[in-house]
């Protein structure tokens, strides 16, 4: 472990680097922009991906592979689509290396290897897909199609951060088609439930959902939803959006299907996505001064166990003593480690565990071993308590869903007192520097209004929620009519 | 369904061909040499990637993730390495597309993005994991490292085929570091035993363990295992390496370790994996002329209930019949489908889960219905039985076994039918064309009569192989000794 983390009041930002680094989530790698995923941060994105792809197949999806490369040609297709992604693409020129004849031991590209046609790193995958659906799709009967992909892709940010915006990240992707506009809206907004209840039920992370204004839609979609967080430093996060694409990109690649009634029409498409980024978001969902804090259902290691001992023989008690506990905490589905490493003391681990954000620590020495007692901690609230040894395992299993809904709650509160109804522009400039978080405001619905408060403050209309705001009133900016409140922030 | 596959006999390629497209497993995709796995065949690949994932941490290994992108220079540090895979590489040289001002809605490769340095697609992983690694490893207390990543690699391969050779496929690479060479040697064995051991078990498929020849090592390793199966048309095919890559990399990208008595040394490396091309394997190994035969372990669907009715009624009395059987099935782990779909007639039901290759099918109408019973007929061998409905779980269940068993023991008997001893250059030559399979013979241990034998016949040495065909004798093309017979066979 290295030294202390930067407080996060004294620099959120240092603090969230030194965290992603120091918990081995995550370095940067020699490539620009392009992050290593380090075992501890795989676990658990391996953790998220699994039970996203359960909601998946449990709603009836089913996963398929797509080619890493798009032709140029066909991103230029959907023309809002190209716009959106032309401006920061990999792109593939050349086929092959050759030696260099000028310099011993070095490559250069090979010029006769050149490609007809350039081809695109991956995006994202519409293109492709459509035009790969093409092929699949000639009547209602091949409808609907419920496809998500696990795949890499590739958006050349010049400002990266580990998981937050990096050049290369893993996501999946979900891309369907339905014989009505109605059905399709009705998936995007089931695949933005299943996120929404992902992020809450696993991630302990409260979500906002809403539609984006039209100037924040996903390059090509007529109407992206997304759910929205918010971090302990008051900005918010998109953590998965879902859009509803209509027939654009059927039109795009010229995908027909043959109604029941026998009417020929364009197919209608959403997409959805969910990325490492999420990563980000958990970290600084929960984390705090001392380390990340992983909710349970996502924790690598749910339970640790410390010996505190002195000599072999006191560690083979030890060991004699939790073996059975582990095999009980095992056959009830927690994960658990003992550590036995001889070459770091006690403390160093406690603060390892705690840095990493194991959710229970047991801590058990001679004394403990006399009294037929154990220590336990609990990294959510840092209480610590010695009990009985004896049902233990109960506590444990207890444990793991009150540290949970602790988490969650704890998210929760902050998020509603950070969440401010405002009328006026002048305090809602004040709050969003003093206060920072959510502002539920009137807006006039002008892109001119929007851009305006971007300008002003940094903050953008993050959503126009479900469910919330939903009153008349009059624009904070302009003093217009507006139908509701949307939901304005800072945001990553 | 399609039409009717192409006989093995008639045209083996063909038949292959067509039977991974007609039974919905992958096809080409509009991007040269890439695929698109389609769900069927996807569904298939997450079964093995599942099985072998745990296969993977069970021996302690754990995954993260490394960038798609190599710096040309990285490649450039191991020489063997270089070359190996120079010649068919995806090059990244520009980072942006812009608007073409000479033709309307058309994208241009944007010059101004030209990078410093141009970019690999990774073909393999060795240069940025080791590159990575240098930063992980300082002392033997860091040590052993033993990572895997599941990714994407791109091979720019001129001549492609569906699964078996395509330019972009998926994998599982591992790449562990060791103190000692023993210890790496060691894990390249284990990590061999492992794959040998899900071909076996998993994919019902024989396959023989051995260490490739110095000409067909891999580009930068000191010693590749390998296991070769034989296909049904006695050809052989290469099912997954393992890498012995001693101190090449550690010392291509400066990774020392600190022993624990204080001496500084380079670390000792082994690298391993398998593709999507084991999904070729699967197919090869035991499809006949209607279709796939899949091993229940690795099918999506392993028991297909088809409904014999006429109306709505009987479909509905059959549909409450088999609800709880298909509860019974599900809870016992079996994966079971009721096609009641109205727009199909049976017998075309019949040949579709013929050709996907589902174990074991139920046929249930209102005879059955009246007589308490249920025709089930198995995928490997063909076999056709009414039974008594009652107790068909337990029978299911045994039929999994049976058939996975039964895949193994004719594969098994194929291979033992086509694995021949011969000591003349001629008998070689001729049972090469007329019997096909492995030939276990004396080679003088030269490049130069390998060469020959390869220009000769197209068969080459696929591995020395352990504990097989270990005594003395002479070369059969040059009269040299020999210390052991080793494999040859024509291979994919």
């Not at 009547?139 to 010049?158: C, T």
Request: proline share 4%.
């Amino acid at each position: 472990m290295a030294d202390k983390l930067t407080p996060r009041a004294t620099d959120y930002s240092k603090w969230y680097n030194e965290l992603v680094i120091n918990a081995d989530l995550a370095e940067h790698s020699a490539v620009r922009g392009c992050m290593v995923i380090k075992p501890y941060g795989f676990a658990i994105w391996e953790k998220m991906r699994d039970a996203l792809d359960k909601m998946f197949k449990d709603t009836g999806h089913v996963n398929a592979y797509f080619p890493l490369f798009v032709p140029k040609s066909f991103l230029e297709k959907e023309e809002g689509h190209a716009e959106g992604f032309a401006k920061e693409c990999a792109v593939v020129t050349h086929y092959r290396l050759k030696v260099d004849p000028n310099e011993k031991g070095k490559l250069m590209v090979d010029p006769d290897s050149k490609l007809e046609e350039e081809l695109i790193v991956r995006p994202t995958s519409e293109a492709i897909i459509w035009n790969t659906y093409k092929g699949w799709i000639q009547s209602y009967r091949d409808l609907p199609i419920l496809v998500n992909q696990w795949a890499n892709v590739v958006r050349w940010e010049m400002r990266t951060r580990l998981f937050l915006r990096t050049a290369e990240f893993l996501w999946q992707e979900g891309h369907t088609a339905h014989a009505t506009a109605q059905e399709a809206i009705g998936e995007t907004k089931k695949m933005l439930d299943v996120y929404a209840e992902f992020a809450e039920k696993w991630m302990a992370m409260p979500v906002i959902k809403g539609s984006k204004t039209e100037s924040e839609r996903f390059a090509g979609a007529l109407d992206t939803m997304c759910i929205e967080a918010l971090m302990q430093d008051g900005k918010a996060l998109q953590a998965g959006t879902s859009h509803f694409l209509g027939q654009n990109f059927a039109k795009a690649f010229d995908v027909k299907f043959t109604s029941k009634e026998g009417v020929l029409d364009y197919v209608w498409a959403t997409s959805w996505g969910v990325s490492t980024r999420l990563m980000g978001a958990l970290v600084m969902a929960h984390s705090d001064d001392q380390g990340l804090r992983l909710p349970p259902m996502l924790a690598p290691i749910q339970v640790v166990i410390v010996p505190i001992y002195k000599g072999e023989e006191q560690l083979a008690t030890i060991g004699e003593k939790v073996t059975p506990l582990m095999q009980e905490l095992k056959s009830r589905g927690i994960s658990v480690k003992f550590d036995d490493d001889d070459t770091k003391r006690s403390g160093w681990k406690f603060a390892e565990y705690e840095l990493k954000g194991v959710p229970v620590r047991l801590a058990m020495g001679p004394k403990d071993l006399e009294n037929g007692t154990v220590e336990i901690a609990r990294r959510d609230n840092g209480t610590k308590e010695t009990v009985p040894f004896e049902g233990i395992a109960d506590r444990i299993q207890q444990l793991m869903i009150d540290i949970q809904d602790n988490l969650f709650a704890q998210a929760m509160g902050y998020r509603e007192e950070h969440i401010t109804r405002v009328d006026s522009y002048e305090e809602f400039k004040k709050l969003l520097d003093d206060k920072g978080g959510f502002f539920l405001a009137h807006w006039d619905g002008t892109k001119e209004t929007e851009e305006r408060v971007k300008d002003d403050t940094k903050a953008t209309i993050r959503c126009i929620p479900f469910g919330m705001g939903e009153e008349e009133g009059v624009c904070m900016v302009t003093g217009k009519p507006s139908k509701q409140r949307v939901l304005f922030a800072r945001a990553y």
